[in-house]
């Protein structure tokens, strides 16, 4: 019996992982991923003390701090919770795994546009990952569907790489960062298109164009698509958390859910509408100090 399994590896996950072994409880992290979409980031500006740090290196150093602590880490995909009886958790990976208590910081995923041929040229020229993919399309012609931070620095970032970037937004004026914004409008092979959709992906093997709800087509090698992600909430619906209508767990200054013994933290909760690691870092460490609160309250009773 674990006294909390932590489920997600992101920034909260692994900030709440920190705190929880050093309240000495007996902890169990499990994560698909360790670093999360931490591993994804390009740069990051914004973790103080470590400016122009890639997000993956980052994260590494998370996870070593993490290690340090000889937090158990088990790399596997958690399949469902369930809650007992007696009021512990039941989690099931590749093994089912019982605990006293939860804390779920499984952040969210890429939202996608679900459009004609969008699945078809799935990296075949259509993607999420500008940092991952992003160095393939060198003197290339590519696209960013967005107006969000992530699609201003992916813009900038393939602005390193690629021979024209174009930025198409449905919107008549970025919502990005003004820092972010003012780069990318005055960067020399970016040019940003207002109040266009992309309406379908065309190509053959590979992706060749993309078609224009103003009736336009373009040549492109490739898409970069940052349009936001969708909470990954649908494991704690199994126990009655409340989620709002957005998909992001609902939560106090503590943490804590409708559901007793069950914590939640980072970018799924609506305990902040900035979501950075910094924030989700800080929501783990919060977890983790509520977790203790309660299972020491519970072990006074």
């Not at 649908?234 to 914590?263: C, M, S, W």
Request: net charge positive.
């Amino acid at each position: 019996m674990h006294d909390v399994i932590i489920i997600g590896g992101g920034a909260a996950g692994l900030g709440a992982a920190l705190y929880c072994a050093r309240y000495n409880l007996k902890t169990l992290l499990i994560a698909k991923e360790f670093g999360g979409t931490g591993n994804i980031a390009h740069q990051v500006d914004n973790w103080i003390g470590e400016p122009g740090i890639s997000g993956m290196k980052l994260m590494q150093k998370f996870i070593k701090h993490v290690d340090s602590y000889k937090v158990q880490r088990l790399t596997e995909e958690v399949k469902s919770i369930t809650k007992n009886s007696e009021g512990t958790f039941s989690v099931k990976a590749e093994k089912t795994h019982k605990t006293k208590t939860i804390i779920y910081a499984l952040g969210m995923t890429h939202r996608k546009l679900g459009i004609p041929g969008e699945e078809e040229y799935a990296s075949k020229g259509v993607h999420y990952c500008y940092t991952c993919d992003g160095i393939l399309y060198k003197d290339k012609t590519v696209a960013v569907v967005g107006g969000s931070d992530a699609a201003a620095l992916g813009a900038l970032f393939l602005g390193q790489h690629a021979k024209q970037v174009y930025v198409l937004y449905r919107k008549d004026k970025l919502r990005a960062e003004p820092i972010s914004s003012k780069q990318v409008y005055e960067h020399p092979k970016i040019k940003v298109i207002h109040n266009v959709n992309v309406t379908e992906f065309k190509g053959e093997a590979m992706l060749k164009s993309i078609t224009l709800d103003n009736g336009k087509t373009m040549d492109l090698d490739g898409v970069f698509i940052e349009i936001g992600h969708i909470p990954l909430s649908n494991l704690a619906k199994e126990v009655k958390v409340k989620i709002n209508d957005h998909g992001f767990i609902e939560v106090d200054q503590t943490q804590t859910t409708n559901v007793k013994g069950f914590f939640a933290a980072g970018d799924i909760t609506t305990a902040h509408t900035l979501k950075q690691f910094i924030t989700s870092a800080a929501e783990g460490s919060v977890a983790a100090e509520s977790v203790y609160r309660y299972l020491t309250k519970e072990n006074n009773k």
